[in-house]
């Protein structure tokens, strides 16, 4: 109990010691001591309190008197205060009234301050939205006149410098809301625009790829004048005295050339005149500045891919006229022109490697189309004028810096179909020449008429130039007409070679292969084809003979016409000769094998009609009619020979008289003819006698025979006449000699080996070489008669087959 009296006061101490924010941890401990504390510290409380109070008391009681002598000095200042009142109520009353008109001012005043301070705010606020409305409208404004480039760029501004000034205000939030759309709008519109060009530009192709070839067109025919004026001021250095007056036509040429090319410059439009470009500029600007750069490049190049894919595609018909090949070609260049134009004009958008590759695709396509349609070309003027175009189409695109190397590779395998369609054309030709032909000499009348002929096709003659006129020349209408032919074709084929870029050589060249192609294929398939064909006579035969001789000897005039039109000396190494030769000896051989198979087939015919009765008692003492016949039909035939070479015209005789041999000894050895009378065997002997007579056969002059037909001649009786009025040394002689001549055509086997087959088929076997048996049905015949000599027949060592007797020993 004492112990708790100290610490009650310690805790009274700190308690009045202490701020009353503190007093909580105090008072704690009250509490915390031993059980009842808080009533003994309550009681040591109100003990204290009471000593306070005490001093207190004593205190207020030391100063009372102060305290009195105050109120009373309070008391007395009340009265006055009370006036003071008063008069401070009266002076604020009058100043009151007299400060309500300031007052009123004063509110005025405050008022129009703050209207003017609003005004100010506002004027600022105006300031900073003017422009942004400004803006805004003429961003409409070139929304309305299509200035969608320029109301892009017042976007940006719009976005970046002038909203966010404003951003606090509504119309600013609907303005920020619209801006996207708008640019939405605009990329839509440039779209839309875009494809109306791409539109207009796939219509306009062919007008602009026209317009591009005639300017390339008119561009070399300016260089071509320019280098001919050139070579017309070096020519002027080279002949003066004569090039006063080639000098002023020259210059007049060619300042109207330049005048007319003035002229056409003016007339003919530019790619930029025929089609406006400022929708791709437009877009693409647009798309650059949306950040969609790459989106426009790669929808632009995937929409001209497909129109290129279209414009590659031909008509079916295109092969059919020349104006489908021009279309075509018009609009592939009018294509690729737009596409240069965009490269050069725009920074990417249109690359050097996308355009290569776009014409790389587009020539191969070009290349197959143009294989495929020009196959079906047989028009070689539709060909020539294809060459033309192609020749154009290439130069044109070249001088855009396109390579068109494969297009003159092509132009080369175009040239060969084109060889082609002359070749059949000129097949045409030659056939109706020849069906139009008479086959006979050509008549001339005077030195006009000669001079005429010689203009046309060249002949020389020194003979018949000697002659007077009327006079004939050895070759008929059809000869002048085929070397004219020949000629037209050789300018035909220099048409394609030009403008090519070859050299003189190559054209050259080029040139004797086509003529060489014209003289062994397509000319000496149609001689062949005449001299085949059943209505052309000996007659013609022998004028068709004459006629390839005359052109064989024409080759080397038409290889110096080659050469004078190419500038190429023909003692150049690499240049081709004609083969005209070997095409017309072809035609002459096949000629004369036509004239030896019609002359046999001929006396087949008169030896068919013959009708001996071989069991007459006697001959007619005259030679059978039907051998005579075939005696004059020789004769004349033989006088038409008198124009051809003189070996073939031996020849053709020997091989009708073999023939005629051969078949007189086949009707002898017939195994149908059981007998045979002496008057039929002296019949048959005046038959041969009369083939071996020197009057019939021997008067033409060409081949002398007595004594052919009886190489070993048919013996008769002691008393017959010797044949022909020689004697017997000179006989022998000629006979020596014609036997030297027959053996050239006895080098030829058909008649051996026919003989030799129907020898096998007779079954009849030779003891020797060239030797025979008499059939059994001759032999007692031949036996009957009172012959000094056996007779046997023997073959010709030289012409097989001729009837011949002779002694065996």
């Given at each position: 109990?004492?112990?708790?009296?100290?610490?009650?006061?310690?805790?009274?101490?700190?308690?009045?010691?202490?701020?009353?924010?503190?007093?909580?941890?105090?008072?704690?401990?009250?509490?915390?001591?031993?059980?009842?504390?808080?009533?003994?510290?309550?009681?040591?409380?109100?003990?204290?309190?009471?000593?306070?109070?005490?001093?207190?008391?004593?205190?207020?009681?030391?100063?009372?008197?102060?305290?009195?002598?105050?109120?009373?000095?309070?008391?007395?200042?009340?009265?006055?205060?009370?006036?003071?009142?008063?008069?401070?109520?009266?002076?604020?009353?009058?100043?009151?009234?007299?400060?309500?008109?300031v007052i009123a001012q004063t509110e005025e005043i405050i008022r129009c301050r703050v209207q003017q301070r609003n005004i100010t705010t506002v004027v600022e606020k105006l300031q900073l939205c003017l422009p942004v409305l400004e803006m805004y409208s003429k961003l409409k404004e070139q929304m309305k006149v299509k200035r969608y480039y320029s109301a892009l760029k017042t976007m940006e501004q719009l976005e970046n410098l002038y909203l966010p000034r404003v951003s606090q205000?509504?119309?600013?939030?609907?303005?920020?809301?619209?801006?996207?759309?708008?640019?939405?709008?605009?990329?839509?519109?440039?779209?839309?625009?875009?494809?109306?060009?791409?539109?207009?530009?796939?219509?306009?192709?062919?007008?602009?790829?026209?317009?591009?070839?005639?300017?390339?067109?008119?561009?070399?025919?300016?260089?071509?004048?320019?280098?001919?004026?050139?070579?017309?001021?070096?020519?002027?250095?080279?002949?003066?005295?004569?090039?006063?007056?080639?000098?002023?036509?020259?210059?007049?040429?060619?300042?109207?050339?330049?005048?007319?090319?003035?002229?056409?410059?003016?007339?003919?439009?530019?790619?930029?005149?025929?089609?406006?470009?400022?929708?791709?500029?437009?877009?693409?600007?647009?798309?650059?500045?949306?950040?969609?750069?790459?989106?426009?490049?790669?929808?632009?190049?995937?929409?001209?891919?497909?129109?290129?894919?279209?414009?590659?595609?031909?008509?079916?018909?295109?092969?059919?006229?020349?104006?489908?090949?021009?279309?075509?070609?018009?609009?592939?260049?009018?294509?690729?022109?737009?596409?240069?134009?965009?490269?050069?004009?725009?920074?990417?958008?249109?690359?050097?490697?996308?355009?290569?590759?776009?014409?790389?695709?587009?020539?191969?396509?070009?290349?197959?189309?143009?294989?495929?349609?020009?196959?079906?070309?047989?028009?070689?003027?539709?060909?020539?004028?294809?060459?033309?175009?192609?020749?154009?189409?290439?130069?044109?695109?070249?001088?855009?810096?396109?390579?068109?190397?494969?297009?003159?590779?092509?132009?080369?395998?175009?040239?060969?179909?084109?060889?082609?369609?002359?070749?059949?054309?000129?097949?045409?030709?030659?056939?109706?020449?020849?069906?139009?032909?008479?086959?006979?000499?050509?008549?001339?009348?005077?030195?006009?008429?000669?001079?005429?002929?010689?203009?046309?096709?060249?002949?020389?003659?020194?003979?018949?130039?000697?002659?007077?006129?009327?006079?004939?020349?050895?070759?008929?209408?059809?000869?002048?007409?085929?070397?004219?032919?020949?000629?037209?074709?050789?300018?035909?084929?220099?048409?394609?070679?030009?403008?090519?870029?070859?050299?003189?050589?190559?054209?050259?060249?080029?040139?004797?292969?086509?003529?060489?192609?014209?003289?062994?294929?397509?000319?000496?398939?149609?001689?062949?084809?005449?001299?085949?064909?059943?209505?052309?006579?000996?007659?013609?035969?022998?004028?068709?003979?004459?006629?390839?001789?005359?052109?064989?000897?024409?080759?080397?005039?038409?290889?110096?016409?080659?050469?004078?039109?190419?500038?190429?000396?023909?003692?150049?190494?690499?240049?081709?000769?004609l083969y005209g030769l070997s095409t017309f000896k072809d035609a002459r051989h096949a000629a004369e094998g036509e004239i030896y198979t019609k002359l046999n087939q001929k006396i087949d015919e008169f030896i068919q009609i013959a009708d001996y009765d071989w069991t007459m008692s006697e001959s007619d003492g005259r030679a059978s009619g039907y051998l005579m016949d075939l005696i004059n039909f020789l004769r004349s035939t033989f006088q038409v020979f008198t124009h051809l070479p003189g070996k073939v015209a031996?020849?053709?005789?020997?091989?009708?008289?073999?023939?005629?041999?051969?078949?007189?000894?086949?009707?002898?050895?017939?195994?149908?003819?059981?007998?045979?009378?002496?008057?039929?065997?002296?019949?048959?002997?005046?038959?041969?006698?009369?083939?071996?007579?020197?009057?019939?056969?021997?008067?033409?002059?060409?081949?002398?025979?007595?004594?052919?037909?009886?190489?070993?001649?048919?013996?008769?009786?002691?008393?017959?006449?010797?044949?022909?009025?020689?004697?017997?040394?000179?006989?022998?002689?000629?006979?020596?000699?014609?036997?030297?001549?027959?053996?050239?055509?006895?080098?030829?086997?058909?008649?051996?080996?026919?003989?030799?087959?129907?020898?096998?088929?007779?079954?009849?076997?030779?003891?020797?070489?060239?030797?025979?048996?008499?059939?059994?049905?001759?032999?007692?015949?031949?036996?009957?008669?009172?012959?000094?000599?056996?007779?046997?027949?023997?073959?010709?060592?030289?012409?097989?087959?001729?009837?011949?007797?002779?002694?065996?020993?």
């Amino acid at each position: 109990m004492a112990e708790s009296l100290p610490e009650h006061d310690r805790i009274l101490q700190e308690i009045e010691s202490t701020d009353t924010a503190c007093v909580g941890p105090t008072l704690r401990s009250v509490y915390d001591d031993q059980p009842n504390a808080h009533q003994r510290f309550m009681e040591k409380l109100d003990a204290c309190i009471r000593n306070h109070d005490r001093e207190i008391e004593k205190m207020c009681n030391f100063h009372h008197q102060g305290f009195v002598d105050a109120i009373t000095e309070l008391l007395k200042v009340r009265a006055d205060a009370e006036k003071l009142k008063v008069q401070v109520t009266d002076t604020n009353r009058r100043l009151q009234d007299a400060g309500k008109e300031v007052i009123a001012q004063t509110e005025e005043i405050i008022r129009c301050r703050v209207q003017q301070r609003n005004i100010t705010t506002v004027v600022e606020k105006l300031q900073l939205c003017l422009p942004v409305l400004e803006m805004y409208s003429k961003l409409k404004e070139q929304m309305k006149v299509k200035r969608y480039y320029s109301a892009l760029k017042t976007m940006e501004q719009l976005e970046n410098l002038y909203l966010p000034r404003v951003s606090q205000y509504r119309f600013c939030q609907i303005m920020i809301e619209n801006l996207p759309k708008l640019r939405e709008e605009i990329k839509e519109i440039s779209m839309s625009d875009l494809k109306d060009f791409l539109e207009s530009i796939r219509k306009h192709s062919d007008r602009i790829g026209e317009t591009a070839m005639k300017q390339a067109q008119q561009q070399k025919t300016f260089s071509t004048t320019l280098q001919k004026h050139h070579n017309v001021n070096y020519g002027r250095n080279m002949h003066l005295g004569r090039s006063r007056i080639l000098e002023s036509r020259n210059e007049m040429t060619l300042k109207r050339t330049f005048e007319e090319d003035d002229e056409h410059d003016e007339e003919v439009l530019t790619a930029q005149d025929l089609v406006d470009f400022s929708p791709v500029y437009r877009c693409l600007h647009i798309y650059s500045v949306l950040g969609d750069g790459e989106i426009f490049e790669n929808y632009y190049r995937k929409q001209r891919r497909k129109q290129a894919r279209l414009v590659l595609q031909p008509q079916s018909s295109m092969h059919e006229t020349v104006e489908g090949y021009r279309r075509y070609f018009s609009q592939i260049v009018g294509f690729f022109v737009v596409e240069d134009h965009i490269l050069h004009v725009t920074q990417g958008l249109v690359t050097r490697t996308y355009t290569d590759e776009l014409w790389n695709m587009a020539l191969s396509k070009i290349i197959a189309v143009l294989r495929t349609h020009s196959s079906y070309c047989n028009d070689p003027d539709l060909v020539l004028e294809l060459k033309n175009l192609i020749v154009v189409f290439a130069d044109t695109l070249q001088g855009y810096g396109f390579p068109v190397n494969r297009l003159f590779d092509l132009l080369f395998e175009i040239r060969d179909q084109y060889n082609e369609t002359l070749l059949k054309k000129w097949s045409g030709l030659f056939r109706d020449i020849f069906e139009a032909d008479n086959y006979s000499p050509i008549p001339v009348a005077n030195e006009e008429e000669y001079k005429i002929v010689i203009s046309k096709f060249p002949f020389q003659d020194s003979e018949l130039d000697k002659q007077c006129f009327p006079k004939k020349l050895p070759m008929s209408q059809s000869v002048p007409q085929i070397y004219i032919q020949v000629k037209e074709f050789i300018y035909a084929s220099l048409k394609f070679s030009e403008s090519l870029h070859r050299s003189s050589t190559e054209i050259d060249d080029m040139l004797r292969k086509s003529t060489n192609l014209l003289l062994t294929r397509t000319l000496s398939s149609c001689l062949q084809n005449l001299i085949k064909k059943p209505h052309i006579g000996l007659t013609e035969l022998v004028q068709i003979i004459i006629n390839t001789t005359h052109l064989e000897l024409a080759c080397k005039y038409l290889e110096d016409f080659i050469s004078n039109i190419t500038n190429i000396s023909q003692v150049t190494v690499h240049t081709a000769r004609l083969y005209g030769l070997s095409t017309f000896k072809d035609a002459r051989h096949a000629a004369e094998g036509e004239i030896y198979t019609k002359l046999n087939q001929k006396i087949d015919e008169f030896i068919q009609i013959a009708d001996y009765d071989w069991t007459m008692s006697e001959s007619d003492g005259r030679a059978s009619g039907y051998l005579m016949d075939l005696i004059n039909f020789l004769r004349s035939t033989f006088q038409v020979f008198t124009h051809l070479p003189g070996k073939v015209a031996q020849t053709a005789c020997m091989s009708a008289c073999q023939h005629l041999s051969t078949s007189l000894m086949q009707m002898l050895l017939d195994t149908e003819l059981k007998q045979i009378s002496m008057g039929a065997i002296q019949q048959f002997n005046l038959d041969v006698i009369q083939c071996e007579s020197p009057g019939p056969l021997h008067g033409v002059g060409l081949v002398h025979l007595p004594g052919r037909l009886r190489a070993g001649h048919l013996q008769v009786p002691a008393g017959q006449p010797q044949h022909g009025p020689h004697a017997p040394g000179e006989s022998a002689q000629r006979n020596e000699r014609l036997q030297q001549k027959e053996q050239h055509f006895c080098s030829v086997q058909e008649e051996r080996s026919r003989q030799a087959e129907a020898d096998r088929d007779r079954g009849e076997a030779a003891q020797e070489p060239g030797e025979r048996h008499v059939p059994a049905h001759i032999g007692p015949l031949l036996q009957s008669w009172s012959l000094p000599r056996r007779e046997v027949f023997h073959s010709h060592p030289f012409c097989p087959a001729v009837l011949s007797v002779g002694t065996v020993v």
